[in-house]
C-alpha cells in the first residue's frame, strides 16, 4: 500500500480530529515534488478533493474546498513522507471515509479513514 491514512473515529459536532497519512513506499524523490491532496468520500456521493498542499520547494501552497475553508488545515512533513489534516468545528457534513493522494489521484488509493459526526 502506497498510502496509509489514519486517525478517524466517531467526534461530537464541533470537536476535532487529525488525520494522517503516511507513505512509506514511496522515495522521497516521488514525495517532495508531489501535490498532495485530502479526499473523502461520503456515502452515496463522489469522492471529492477537500484540501492540496504544493511541494515544499514551491512554498507549500495549501487551498482548500469551500466546504471546509476555515475549519481545516493541510500541512505537510517531507522528512517523515506524512500529510496531516487537521479538522476542527467538525459538522455532520464532515462524515465521510478520508483518503490522501496526489493532487491527481495518480497513486494507487489506500483503505481510507472513517470519520463520523455525530451526536
Known amino acids: 500500500v502506497q498510502l496509509q491514512a489514519s486517525g478517524g473515529g466517531l467526534v461530537q459536532p464541533g470537536g476535532s480530529l487529525r488525520l494522517s497519512c503516511k507513505a512509506p513506499?514511496?522515495?522521497?524523490?516521488?514525495?517532495?515534488?508531489?501535490?498532495m491532496a485530502w479526499y473523502r468520500q461520503a456515502p452515496g456521493k463522489q469522492r471529492e478533493l477537500v484540501a492540496r498542499?504544493?511541494?515544499?520547494?514551491?512554498?507549500?501552497?495549501?487551498n482548500y474546498a469551500d466546504s471546509v475553508k476555515g475549519r481545516f488545515t493541510i500541512s505537510r512533513d517531507n522528512s517523515g513522507k506524512m500529510v496531516y489534516l487537521q479538522m476542527t468545528t467538525l459538522k455532520p457534513e464532515d462524515t465521510a471515509v478520508y483518503y490522501c493522494?496526489?493532487?491527481?489521484?495518480?497513486?494507487?488509493w489506500g483503505q481510507g479513514t472513517q470519520v463520523t459526526v455525530s451526536s
Open positions: 493522494n496526489n493532487d491527481q489521484g495518480s497513486v494507487a
Open positions: 513506499r514511496m522515495i522521497t524523490s516521488v514525495f517532495n515534488p508531489y501535490t
Open positions: 498542499i504544493g511541494p515544499v520547494s514551491g512554498g507549500a501552497i495549501t
